[in-house]
C-alpha cells in the first residue's frame, strides 16, 4: 500500500508541476503587485483591504520576493494540493488501505485540485486545512468521543484556512452542522449541545477574530474593504458554474453538456445510499453538496456564477465517490466491475483534463496578431506582471504598476470610471478569469 500510494502522490505532483508552467495571469499577478506595495508582512492584514488578498498565500508572495519566478510564487498550493492527496488517504485509511487507495487517486488527478493546486491562490492551502479539519473528526467519532478533545486543533485550522481564503467558512459551516446533528444521535439534547459547544467554542472564537481583523483593517482603512469584481446573482450563473464544478471533479470536461446532469443524478444516489445507512458523515455530505447552493441561492450571493465558490462540494463529491467506489471494490464480482470501470474512467477522464488544461498556459495570451504576439513577448520577459493598458515590467516602481477599478462594499464617493483594457486576452482554462477594468 506504501509504495502504491507514494506512487499516485508522485503523479498528483507531477500533474500539478506540469500545470503551473506560464506566466502568472490576472489575479495572480494582481497580488504580486498588492503584496509589493504593502512592503511589510503586517501590512498584508492590515493595508491590502481587497478580496484578492488571500492572506497566507500573499505572506508566501512577500517571502518569495516581487518578480520571483512564477513556479516558486506557486510553490504554496502546489505544496499544499500534493498534501492534500496524503490527507485524502488519510480519511479514506479510517476505512481500509483500499479505500485510502481511492480517495488518493481521485484526489490526485480531479482536474478542479490540480488547477487550483498549480496557482499562486489561497484555495488549496484552505482545502487542505478544511480536510484536516473532517479527517480529525471522522477519526474523533470512529472513536467514540473517548480520544483527546481537539479543540485546538480544530480552532488553528480554522484559523490557517480562513486567513488562506475567507469561504473556508463554508466548510466551517458544513463541520458545525455535521458535528451537532451526530452529537444529537449519540446524545440527549442537553449533553449534545454541551458536547458541541466545548468541542467547537474555539474554533467559533477563532472565526470571529478572523473576520474581525479583515473586517476591522478594512474599517479603518480609507478605501474600506474592496472587491475586485462583483456580479449579481444569476440563477443561469450558478447553475452553469456547478454544472462546471461537477465535470471538472471527475473529470468531465470534455464531455457532452448531458454527462454532468448523468453524474449529478449519481451523486443524489450516493447521498441516498450515505443517507440509508445512517453514518454520521452523511450530514456532511447533505450540507457540502446540497446545503451549500441552496443556501447561496435563496440568500441570492452575488459571483456565484464561479466554480471556486463550490470548492466544498466538490471535496464533498470526490470523498462521496472514493467512499462509494471503495466499497463496490471489495463487493462481489458485478458490483466489483462497475466500480473498476467507473474508477478506472474517472481517473483516464481526468488526466485528459489535465493535459488538456496545461497546454492552456496561464498568463500566455493566445497569439492574435503581430501586436498581440509583441504583447505577450513583453509580459513572458516582466514575468507577466501586465498593466491594464500596456505590459510592464516586474522591476518598475509600485507606483507604477497596475491599477484596477474595485467596487466597494460599502458606498463611498469615488472618482473611478471603467475604461476598456488593451490587455491580451489569456487563453481561458475551464474556470472565466475576472474582468479587468483600469481606474
Same mark, same amino acid.
Given at each position: ?83 492534500? +492527496? ?88 458544513? =463541520? ?27 474554533? +467559533? ?69 450515505? %443517507? ?10 447533505? %450540507?457540502? =453538496? ?26 464533498? =463529491? ?19 466491475? %462497475? ?101
Amino acid at each position: 500500500m506504501a509504495l502504491a500510494l507514494t506512487a499516485i502522490t508522485l503523479l498528483g505532483l507531477a500533474l500539478r508541476l506540469w500545470s503551473a508552467r506560464g506566466g502568472l495571469w490576472v489575479d495572480e499577478a494582481w497580488s504580486a503587485v498588492m503584496v509589493e506595495r504593502t512592503r511589510t508582512p503586517l501590512g498584508i492584514f492590515t493595508a491590502i483591504n481587497h478580496d484578492n488578498n488571500h492572506h497566507l498565500n500573499s505572506l508566501w508572495m512577500w517571502l518569495c520576493g516581487y518578480g520571483a519566478p512564477p513556479l516558486a510564487l506557486r510553490a504554496l498550493s502546489i505544496a499544499t494540493g500534493t498534501a492534500t +492527496i496524503l490527507v485524502a488517504a488519510g480519511i479514506g485509511a479510517q476505512r481500509s488501505g483500499r479505500h485510502a487507495l481511492v480517495a488518493a487517486a481521485l484526489f490526485a488527478v480531479s482536474p478542479i485540485m490540480v488547477d487550483y493546486g498549480s496557482e499562486a491562490r489561497g484555495y488549496m492551502p484552505m482545502l487542505l486545512a478544511l480536510m484536516t479539519m473532517v479527517w480529525i473528526v471522522q477519526r474523533w467519532f470512529a472513536a467514540a468521543e473517548d480520544t483527546r478533545w481537539p479543540r485546538w486543533r480544530l480552532a488553528a485550522l480554522a484559523t490557517l484556512g480562513l486567513f488562506s481564503q475567507l469561504t473556508m467558512v463554508f466548510g466551517l459551516c458544513a =463541520i458545525t452542522l455535521w458535528i451537532a446533528v451526530a452529537l444529537r444521535n449519540r446524545h440527549p439534547a442537553d449533553v449534545a449541545t454541551a458536547r458541541t459547544i466545548r468541542l467547537l467554542l474555539p474554533t +467559533i472564537v477563532a472565526t470571529a477574530a478572523v473576520f474581525g481583523v479583515v473586517l476591522g483593517a478594512a474599517a479603518v482603512s480609507p478605501t474600506g474593504m474592496q472587491v475586485g469584481d462583483y456580479v449579481a446573482f444569476s440563477p443561469a450563473a450558478m447553475g452553469h458554474a456547478l454544472v462546471m464544478m461537477v465535470a471538472s471533479s471527475v473529470g468531465g470536461l470534455a464531455a457532452p453538456a448531458w454527462f454532468a446532469g448523468v453524474v449529478t443524478i449519481g451523486i443524489g444516489l450516493a447521498l441516498v445510499a450515505i %443517507v440509508r445507512r445512517r453514518e454520521p458523515v452523511a450530514i456532511f455530505y447533505l %450540507v457540502a =453538496i446540497v446545503g451549500l447552493p441552496l443556501g447561496l441561492a435563496v440568500l441570492r450571493v452575488g459571483n456565484t456564477g464561479m466554480p471556486r465558490y463550490f470548492l466544498l462540494s466538490s471535496l464533498a =463529491i470526490l470523498v462521496l465517490l472514493a467512499h462509494l467506489l471503495a466499497d463496490g471494490l471489495g463487493k462481489h464480482r458485478t458490483i466489483r466491475f %462497475v466500480s473498476m470501470v467507473i474508477l478506472a474512467t474517472i481517473v483516464v477522464a481526468s488526466i485528459r483534463d489535465d493535459l488538456s488544461q496545461s497546454t492552456l498556459r496561464r498568463g500566455i495570451p493566445a497569439p492574435r496578431s503581430r501586436r498581440w504576439q509583441r504583447s505577450t513577448h513583453q509580459a513572458r520577459s516582466c514575468s507577466s506582471i501586465i498593466s491594464a493598458r500596456s505590459p510592464r515590467c516586474a522591476s518598475e516602481p509600485p507606483n507604477a504598476a497596475i491599477r484596477f477599478r474595485s467596487r466597494r462594499i460599502a458606498p463611498r464617493r469615488s472618482s473611478c470610471t471603467s475604461i476598456s483594457t488593451t490587455m491580451p486576452r489569456p487563453r481561458a482554462r475551464w474556470y472565466d478569469a475576472p474582468r479587468v477594468t483600469a481606474c
